[in-house]
Every structure is written in structure tokens, then in C-alpha cells.
């Protein structure tokens, strides 16, 4: 009976004291704020430089060629199709 009140007590002394050591050691890092982001260069209305892509028919597209005709959205997707 004495063993198991002594394993029972040892038990929730390391249950109270191990969450509180966790917040300790939260609370000694150095929460550094993460650098702030860069102006942008282009804002919304501004002329894109043109530029020439090759299509999934392997064709030669200009930006030009759309100008006056169509509307153009560019979209820049990090890491599409690249499995990362």
C-alpha cells in the first residue's frame, strides 16, 4: 500500500511540474518578430514589362499580343508542380 501511494504521489508531482517546466522554457526563448516585407514595385494599374513565354504547344506568347484585346492576370504560385 505504501509503494503505490508513493508511485501514485511521485506520479502527480511530475505531471505538475512538467507542464509548468515547458512554460518556462517557452517564456527563456527569444521570440524574434519576423523581418518586414518589401515594398512592392508594381502596383495595381501599373504597365507590366513585356515578356514572351512558351504555351503548352510549345508557341512563342508576347504580353503584347493581348494588349487592347484581353484582360491579363498574372499569378506567381511558390513552388507549383514542383512536390515541395
Request: charged share 20%; no cysteine.
Amino acid at each position: 500500500m505504501r509503494r503505490r501511494t508513493a508511485v501514485l504521489l511521485l506520479l502527480s508531482i511530475f505531471l505538475m511540474v512538467v507542464p509548468q517546466a515547458g512554460q518556462l522554457w517557452a517564456q527563456n526563448e527569444k521570440k524574434q518578430a519576423p523581418p518586414p516585407q518589401p515594398e512592392p514595385n508594381l502596383k495595381v494599374g501599373d504597365t507590366f514589362p513585356d515578356f514572351t513565354l512558351i504555351d503548352q504547344n510549345r508557341n512563342k506568347v508576347s504580353l503584347h499580343d493581348f494588349k487592347g484585346k484581353k484582360s491579363v492576370a498574372l499569378a506567381f504560385v511558390v513552388f507549383a508542380f514542383t512536390g515541395g
